[in-house]
Structures are given as C-alpha cells and as structure tokens.
C-alpha cells in the first residue's frame, strides 16, 4: 500500500554553464517523468489497497524555491527536482478525494555513489529518518515536501 519512487540521477552542471540539451532531457526522463508515469501506472493497485495507500517521491533539497541552500549551477537537477515536487503536489490534490495519500521527501545529503564521502549522514540514518515520516507525516491533506527527519520544506 505504499509506492516509493527512489530512482534519481544527478549530472553535474557548472554555474553558468548552458546543459547540453539530452543531458537536461535525460535528467527530466528519470527524475520527472518515470516517477510521474510510476505512479499513475501503479494507481489501480494502490486503489485497490483502499485509502490509506502511499505515493512517496523521493526528491531533494535542491529542488526547493524557498529552502534550496546556494549551490552554484546544477541547474538540470535543480529544475528536475521542482518539476517532481510539483507534480507530486497536484496528484496529492488530484487523490485527497480518493484518500490516498502522495508527498516528496528530501532523503538528506546521504554517504553514496551521488552524495559523495562528504556528504552529512549514513544510508540507515537516511532511510530510518524516511520510514518514519511515511508512517507518521504522510497523511492526505498534509504538507507533501517533507526532509528525512520530519520536517516540512518550503516549496
């Protein structure tokens, strides 16, 4: 009864660079659009399960107008990240009837292939933290952009 949507690809983009056009259409085919189509793929089963069912979209940061820390550049994975935020934001009105629930959660700077080994905390530490908001934050009619540890971002 519960739909996670975690696959994500960042291609690095310098500040002030202009992206090569397939690698911002590639960025959009795997962040955006999969997770889109996932989702509405998946709906008659989540359906089935009945209300209380779960669409999660694994998002970032990044992808936040209002809480995106100043990273230079990056601008297809920056703009792929909004893009999924907002649509994760009208299905979740598009379901609020239907009583299924959908919302995009920001997993943290996490220590992986794409975090790096600088980045601020453990897979479990990561993955515990989105456990939990799934069990406890995502609620139809909530706030749908959510950080690993159960806060609410600005969108």
């Known amino acids: 009864d519960v739909l996670i949507n975690n696959a994500g690809v960042f291609e690095s983009v310098d500040a002030l660079s202009v992206p090569a056009y397939e690698k911002f259409k590639s960025t ?7 997770p889109i189509n996932i989702a509405l793929a998946l709906l008659p089963s989540l359906r089935l399960a009945g209300k209380g069912a779960k669409i999660i979209g694994i998002s970032s940061i990044l992808g936040s107008v209002g809480a995106s820390p100043p990273w230079p550049g990056q601008y297809t994975y920056k703009a792929s990240k909004a893009a999924l935020n907002a649509a994760y934001a009208a299905l979740s009105n598009d379901l609020q009837a239907e009583g299924i629930a959908v919302a995009v959660i920001h997993p943290g700077w996490v220590r992986t292939e794409m975090g790096g ?11 515990n933290g989105i ?25």
């Open 28 to 34: 959009f085919d795997i962040n955006v659009y999969a």
């Open 117 to 127: 080994p600088d980045a601020q905390i453990e897979v479990d530490e990561s993955v």
């Open 131 to 155: 456990r939990s908001v799934i069990a406890g934050k995502v609620i139809v009619g909530s706030n749908p952009l959510y950080a690993w540890d159960g806060s609410a971002l600005a969108w």
